[in-house]
């Protein structure tokens, strides 16, 4: 599912390199965190949220019935020192 969420994320984000994906699972689901540059928050996110809330439905519906339940949250890279 990781390689669903990265490669949907890649054809949105300008600055590949800086998109950071942290996996956190407990018993009943997994958190992927999107950590992307402030200047790709906006177009991976889209107007009104359209795309985020659309990878969110793909995700849902590739995940099997038996399966975690997968959350996907964006948010803005923190920046460094």
């Known amino acids: 599912?990781?390689?669903l969420i990265k490669y949907i994320v890649?054809?949105?984000?300008e600055d590949k390199a800086h998109v950071d994906y942290l996996v956190e699972e407990?018993?009943?689901t997994i958190?992927?965190?999107?950590?992307?540059?402030?200047s790709d928050m906006g177009k991976v996110?889209?107007?009104?949220?359209k795309i985020a809330k659309a990878l969110?439905?793909?995700?849902?519906a590739a995940t099997p019935k038996d399966s975690k339940k997968y959350?996907?949250?964006?948010?803005?890279?923190?920046?460094?020192?």
Do not use: C, S, W
């Open 1 to 3: 599912m990781l390689e």
């Open 10 to 13: 890649e054809q949105f984000a």
């Open 26 to 28: 407990t018993e009943e």
């Open 31 to 38: 958190t992927v965190t999107v950590l992307l540059a402030d």
């Open 45 to 49: 996110i889209g107007k009104q949220g």
């Open 56 to 60: 969110r439905t793909l995700v849902r």
């Open 71 to 81: 959350i996907v949250e964006i948010k803005e890279r923190p920046e460094e020192a």
